[in-house]
Protein backbone atom coordinates (compact mmCIF):
# COMPACT_ATOMS: atom_id res chain seq x y z
CA UNK A 1 0.00 0.00 0.00
CA UNK A 2 1.44 3.84 -0.68
CA UNK A 3 2.12 5.84 1.98
CA UNK A 4 -0.97 8.84 2.57
CA UNK A 5 -0.24 12.65 2.71
CA UNK A 6 -2.04 14.35 5.02
CA UNK A 7 -3.27 17.71 3.56
CA UNK A 8 -0.48 19.66 5.99
CA UNK A 9 2.00 17.59 4.23
CA UNK A 10 0.71 18.92 0.89
CA UNK A 11 1.05 21.77 2.32
CA UNK A 12 4.75 21.79 3.09
CA UNK A 13 5.45 20.17 -0.09
CA UNK A 14 3.54 22.77 -2.22
CA UNK A 15 4.74 25.72 -0.20
CA UNK A 16 1.10 27.23 0.01
CA UNK A 17 -1.46 28.47 2.70
CA UNK A 18 -3.89 26.19 4.31
CA UNK A 19 -6.48 27.73 2.37
CA UNK A 20 -4.79 27.42 -0.83
CA UNK A 21 -3.49 23.91 -0.34
CA UNK A 22 -7.64 22.88 0.09
CA UNK A 23 -8.41 24.33 -2.70
CA UNK A 24 -6.02 22.67 -4.42
CA UNK A 25 -7.37 19.19 -3.19
CA UNK A 26 -10.87 19.88 -3.93
CA UNK A 27 -9.91 20.63 -7.65
CA UNK A 28 -11.32 17.82 -10.03
CA UNK A 29 -9.41 15.64 -10.97
CA UNK A 30 -6.61 15.63 -8.02
CA UNK A 31 -5.40 12.21 -6.38
CA UNK A 32 -7.49 11.85 -2.67
CA UNK A 33 -9.59 9.94 -0.71
CA UNK A 34 -11.91 11.39 1.71
CA UNK A 35 -13.20 9.59 4.71
CA UNK A 36 -15.58 11.51 6.97
CA UNK A 37 -13.83 15.03 7.09
CA UNK A 38 -10.62 13.99 6.72
CA UNK A 39 -8.63 13.89 3.49
CA UNK A 40 -5.95 11.43 2.12
CA UNK A 41 -3.48 12.02 -0.58
CA UNK A 42 -1.69 8.80 -2.03
CA UNK A 43 1.94 9.94 -2.17
CA UNK A 44 2.48 8.30 -5.53
CA UNK A 45 -0.39 9.18 -7.18
CA UNK A 46 0.74 13.16 -6.13
CA UNK A 47 3.62 12.25 -8.13
CA UNK A 48 1.74 11.52 -10.71
CA UNK A 49 -0.37 14.66 -11.07
CA UNK A 50 2.27 16.64 -10.64
CA UNK A 51 3.93 15.46 -13.60
CA UNK A 52 1.21 15.59 -15.81
CA UNK A 53 0.10 19.16 -14.81
CA UNK A 54 3.51 20.85 -15.26
CA UNK A 55 3.07 24.05 -17.24
CA UNK A 56 -0.38 24.18 -17.03
CA UNK A 57 -2.28 26.28 -15.08
CA UNK A 58 -4.43 24.85 -12.86
CA UNK A 59 -7.55 26.87 -12.43
CA UNK A 60 -9.10 26.99 -8.33
Do not use: A
Request: hydrophobic residues 30%.
Amino acid sequence: MQRMLSPKEVQKIFGCSRNKTYQIIETKGFPRIKVGKQYYIPENDLEKWVEKNKGNDIRL
